[in-house]
């Protein structure tokens, strides 16, 4: 469920860029400046999802030296490698549950104390 979210999100973000490359978009001066401010909003989300796929693509990698391996030095070397790729993955995993949280409207906006 987290990682469709999170799909949405990037689907959004190519789509925003899409927009944004467009030449009707480049003469609404109002229409970039939201697309623009929308891509910056998604853009951290974006990069940890893309973290998120190459750890799970190593990890992934991973598994599969270890049906390969022979040797149980490779093997041991393997295993600990994937203890630290699978709690990389989690740790990802919570950065974009906290970032795919909806967004206050007023983090926006200016407080006078």
């Known amino acids: 469920m987290i990682l469709e979210k999170v799909a949405r999100a990037v689907a959004r973000y190519d789509e925003l860029n899409r927009l944004l490359s467009d030449p009707a978009t480049a003469a609404e001066p109002n229409k970039r400046r939201e697309y623009g401010q929308e891509l910056s909003g ?39 490698e994937s203890a630290d790729l699978q709690a990389r993955l989690e740790t990802l995993e919570q950065e974009l549950r906290v970032l795919i949280l909806p967004k206050d409207a007023r983090d926006q906006k200016n407080v006078f104390v």
């Open 42 to 80: 998604l853009a951290e989300t974006v990069e940890k999802y893309r973290q998120y796929q190459n750890t799970e693509s190593e990890l992934n990698h991973a598994r599969e030296m270890m049906a390969d391996a022979d040797d149980d030095e490779m093997r041991a070397f393997i295993r600990d």
